[in-house]
């Protein structure tokens, strides 16, 4: 039976129509005889409740304080009226009230019926029963005993009144309301899927607009600004102006401390903006907590040249006379080469994804790995993004991404087997808005009836290269790997500009520094240029030579070093070893008693070397050798008078 519209409560004399309290209390003897919860003290607390309001719906007009001061008998009488739909609460009521026994009560009412129906709607978009029926208490119930309606009749308006009560509920008391906003908005998803509402949620995190992310500038600085990334919106990517707004703010905010009622009219290159670019050197990242990277000191500087720029050209009052920033402000660039996997973590990372119990976010890394994807592409890539052509295999389609081009990207049988998979595993349901054009759109990677995240996939990614052994790897590397893969295959430049999507030979020349084919032939006929010059060495076995009649290394024609633990042998082409007997005359070097066999071994050899060196008239190794017989022979003399240490 249902009452009064949400929320609305009657005068006292306005009763008609109202059940009467002696059928209220059987009703609920009834129901505690199905449930089997009935007690003496319930009973008496359902009797005093119907002496003290004996139209129930009257008690939804007291205060907040006496509404959470029910004991805890009276509360499974309360939990009755309002599963069998006797009692229509105030949102404030249900934000601050728990239903700790709400599933026993269910059964067998027009509400429970309807609960069912969502738990049974939330597990067809992947949800588990667990997830399934946490929602269906904390969220959808809520909604259902306060507007009186039947599932099928919930707006989104119903919604946005639980989550206004939520958030007064934080307000007043501290509770948060995070979770629960949360979950609400699960909820209002798999109402979507569910065909009930006629649009997903909103997500919760909102961009703020530029107006609060400027709070910190004064004006008249604060508005120019605002007007001037309002402007930039009409032209640009909505992620291109958030990151003009961090850009500029940080640059507004310096310069009006110089001076608080500064405009780009009275910049000053001394004054304001050489202090600025000294104290970009020294910003701190807010995110790392590190000083700002070089890259991203650039694109300060650019972001505040292009302001002062565009609001010249567009003849604003407020710019500034004369150009304040030249091409020498701005730091030189780093190259560092694609940071690519190699050949045994990419198979490492490959295994622990394919072992990965979360199925769709490992899946999707494959699938970028195999297809060398951006990850806005990969996860804006739609149920039809496959398409076979006769005679030419199957390509997929990749949609608009960094560049604002699409592409076809050639794909073969094991990467047509990955995508059958994933679309086995991604949540079914209504197509969603493209987030850029609104058109619905039927997304590969879903889950739970929403977006895949991109979030989700670098925790994917960060977890499975832990398995792996790996350390931190971020999704774009997956792109380089993929690319470099090409590049070692012999793929030609052309191909690989079309192939990921690049829209200038310079993107894609990058890989092809990595292993240029032609460097590595250059280097091989030079080395072996100089090996030929060289001629080949000697590689005596000292045993073997000496057992056989042959020649000793000492007296090989190459230019030799005595070891301790055996020797080396240079071509006189190549001059003598700059750190030949390093060790021995090191100040630090120490020996013992025990090793003056050694020594002496190595100064017999030394003395041999020195010998041939003469005949050949090597007159530096000559001197060299006699310089190292000198130092070991000191060596061997401080060894014969130190006693050997414990």
């Keep these: 039976m249902l009452h009064a519209p949400g929320n609305a409560t009657r005068p006292a004399d306005q009763h008609d129509g109202a059940e009467p309290a002696r059928e209220v209390l059987a009703a609920y003897h009834a129901h505690q005889d199905r449930t089997g919860r009935g007690n003496s003290a319930f009973t008496s607390a359902a009797k005093c409740f119907l002496r003290r309001w004996p139209y129930v719906q009257d008690w939804a007009a007291e205060p907040l304080g006496v509404q959470l001061s029910a004991s805890t008998a009276t509360r499974p009488f309360l939990t009755f009226l309002l599963v069998t739909g006797r009692l229509r609460p105030s949102w404030e009521y249900l934000v601050h009230r728990k239903f700790s ?19 049974t709607a939330a597990r067809a978009v992947g949800y588990s029963e667990r997830v399934a029926s946490a929602m269906a208490s904390q969220v959808m119930a809520r909604v259902l005993f306060a507007t009186g309606k039947r599932l099928c009749q919930v707006t989104h308006d119903d919604f946005d009144a639980l989550a206004a009560a939520g958030q007064a509920r934080q307000e007043a008391t501290g509770r948060t309301w995070k979770h629960y906003r949360a979950c609400a908005t699960a909820t209002r998803t798999v109402l979507f899927h569910h065909g009930v509402l006629p649009a997903p949620p909103e997500p919760w995190e909102q961009r703020w607009p530029f107006a609060r992310r400027l709070g910190g500038v004064p004006e008249p600085m604060h508005s120019i600004l605002v007007r001037y990334l309002d402007r930039k919106s009409v032209t640009c990517k909505m992620t291109t102006v958030s990151s003009l707004a961090t850009r500029l703010a940080h640059f507004a905010t310096f310069v009006t401390t110089l001076e608080a009622d500064l405009t780009p009219a009275g910049l000053d290159r001394v004054r304001h903006i050489e202090p600025w670019l000294v104290a970009l050197t020294r910003a701190e990242n807010t995110r790392s907590g590190g000083l700002l990277s070089v890259p991203e000191q650039a694109r300060r500087i650019l972001a505040v040249a292009n302001f002062c720029s565009d609001i010249t050209e567009w003849d604003w009052p ?22 690519f996997l190699p050949p045994a973590a990419d198979q490492a990372l490959t295994q622990a994804l394919t072992d990965s119990p979360h199925r769709l976010a490992a899946d999707a890394l494959l699938l970028q790995r195999a297809c060398g994807l951006r990850i806005g592409e990969l996860l804006d890539l739609e149920l039809d993004a496959v398409i076979d052509v006769p005679g030419a295999g199957s390509w997929l389609k990749v949609p608009l991404g960094k560049l604002d081009t699409e592409r076809m990207v050639p794909i073969d049988t094991e990467t047509l087997t990955l995508i059958d998979r994933i679309s086995t595993t991604r949540s079914p349901g209504r197509p969603i808005p493209h987030p850029r054009t609104g058109r619905p759109a039927d997304f590969l990677f879903t889950t739970h009836g929403h977006r895949l995240s991109q979030n989700r996939l670098r925790a994917e990614l960060d977890r499975a290269a832990g398995a792996a052994g790996l350390g931190h790897i971020t999704p774009h590397q997956l792109r380089h790997t993929y690319a470099t893969a090409l590049v070692n295959a012999g793929v030609s430049l052309q191909a690989l500009m079309v192939i990921l999507g690049h829209v200038s030979a310079e993107m894609s020349l990058r890989y092809a520094r990595l292993f240029d084919s032609t460097v590595r032939a250059e280097y091989e006929r030079a080395l072996n240029l100089a090996k030929s010059r060289l001629g080949p060495l000697p590689t005596p076995d000292r045993g073997t030579d000496e057992q056989n009649g042959g020649d000793d290394w000492r007296t090989t024609p190459t230019i030799k070093t005595a070891l301790a633990g055996g020797y080396c042998l240079r071509a006189p082409a190549q001059g003598p070893c700059a750190y030949a007997n390093l060790c021995e005359h090191c100040p630090a070097y120490r020996t013992t008693i025990e090793h003056i066999p050694v020594l002496t071994a190595q100064r017999d050899d030394a003395a041999v070397l020195a010998q041939d060196a003469t005949d050949r008239g090597w007159d530096a190794e000559t001197e060299r050798h006699l310089r190292l017989i000198s130092r070991l022979n000191t060596h061997i003399e401080q060894a014969a008078t130190r006693r050997t240490p414990a």
């Design 101 to 119: 026994s709400l599933w026993r009560d269910l059964p067998g009412t027009v509400i429970g019926e309807d609960v069912q129906d969502f738990i």
């Design 318 to 339: 407020e710019a500034p006379p004369r150009k304040l920033l030249y091409a020498s402000d701005n730091p030189r660039l780093p190259q560092p080469l694609p940071r």
